[in-house]
């Protein structure tokens, strides 16, 4: 029986990232990248906090092989046109 990823982020959002295994802090970013794009898009994410995740979501899509994903995060950033994209109020 395969775990339910998205039922498995549920339970990772609500624990401290620093906490997390380097596997749970890929699916947190993936998530939360889901969660706010559907919500508001990119600007939403790149104005929340999650958008602090925004490098580990880009490693998460290259390393399973989201080639697609992987493409508009990278597309997202270059137009966010930050130095830092982990620092919320350069992103803002």
Known sequence: MSRDPWAEYEQVALVDPANLSAGHRRLLAIGSLRDEVNN????????????????????????????????????ALELLNVSDPTNRTARQ
Not at 51 to 71: C, D, F, K
């Open 40 to 75: 508001g898009g990119f600007d939403q994410y790149f104005f929340s906090s999650a958008g602090n995740l925004a490098p580990i979501a880009l490693e998460a899509a290259e390393q399973a092989g989201a080639t697609e994903l992987t493409s508009i995060i990278r597309q």
